[in-house]
């Protein structure tokens, strides 16, 4: 549904922080799925760990924390003046390492929302298998007021 073009004018995120390829399913208000393809080329593999490489967790977070960044804002009338601060990030869990090669899949489903504030279940998935998982609270601001 969405490239990395079309991704890269509603984040903010950029190389190599941007923890999403495309968006493959979106349910306007609802749900998100998008995609993560892991190469050994990212930069993280150089610590993480050296003849040992893992995805970091705390991306996989990011990488949720993105995709709900884009079905928040795509839920929105004016996206391109809007931007997603996350809250909260809850039962966060780790199921099974992600590995140069994985194509990481990131399925979100708003489980509550009021106003400007909006909770997602979140899950990875590598090849059907859950590999982390989180809930998830971000609020949608005005770009403007982030610089008062």
Excluded: C, W
Excluded at 58 to 81: F, N, R, T, W
Excluded at 116 to 137: D, N, T
């Amino acid at each position: 549904m969405l490239d990395i073009n079309e991704i890269m004018s509603l984040l903010p995120h950029r190389y190599p922080f941007l923890m999403l390829d495309k968006i493959v399913e979106m349910e306007p208000q609802k749900r998100i799925v998008g995609i993560k393809n892991v190469t050994i080329n990212e930069p993280f593999f150089q610590g993480h760990f050296p003849g040992h490489p893992i995805m970091p967790g705390v991306l996989l977070l990011e990488g949720m924390a993105q995709a709900g960044g884009v079905l928040a804002l795509l839920s929105d009338p004016e996206p391109e003046k809007k931007v997603l601060y996350f809250m909260s990030i809850d039962k966060a869990k780790f199921r099974k390492p992600v590995l140069p090669g994985d194509q990481v899949r990131f399925e979100l489903d708003v489980i509550k929302q009021r106003g400007p504030i909006k909770s997602f279940k979140a899950l990875a998935l590598v090849e059907g298998a859950v590999v982390a998982e989180s809930e998830m609270m971000a609020m949608i601001v005005d770009k403007d007021a982030q610089k008062k």
